[in-house]
């Protein structure tokens, strides 16, 4: 059984840097897996920030292009995103996600990510 647990999140004046994490344990496929991050706003619905391929290939929103950079470490299970020049409207629940064709995608449990004006 897949699990993924998010850690780094936290409170951040604008401008600064925060790095998540996350790590699947009893995954055999992260792999071959397309991991990625969501986010969701109060209020708001979920959605993309980045996800990276098996074979590394990445993409964003275009909110957070050239802010954000996603990379995946598949000896260790684990995925970070790199979050830099941050702004309020970034606030929000930040949550690892593992897809695979013809599987259920796997959630993690959320770390709120806050910053401040």
């Known amino acids: 059984q897949v699990q993924l647990v998010e850690s780094g999140g936290g409170l951040v004046q604008t401008g600064g840097s925060l790095r998540l994490s996350c790590a699947a344990s009893?995954?055999?496929?992260?792999?071959?897996?397309?991991v990625g991050w969501y986010r969701q706003a109060p209020g708001k619905q979920r959605e993309l920030v980045a996800r990276?391929?098996?074979?590394?290939?990445?993409n964003y929103a275009d909110s957070v292009k050239g802010r954000f950079t996603i990379s995946r470490d598949n000896a260790k299970n684990t995925v970070s995103l790199q979050m830099n020049s941050l702004k309020p409207e970034d606030t929000a629940v930040y949550y690892c996600n593992l897809a695979l064709a013809f599987s259920v995608p796997r959630w993690g449990p959320g770390t709120q990510v806050t910053v401040s004006s």
């Open positions: 009893g995954s055999s496929i992260f792999s071959i897996s397309t």
């Open positions: 990276i391929t098996h074979t590394g290939s990445t």
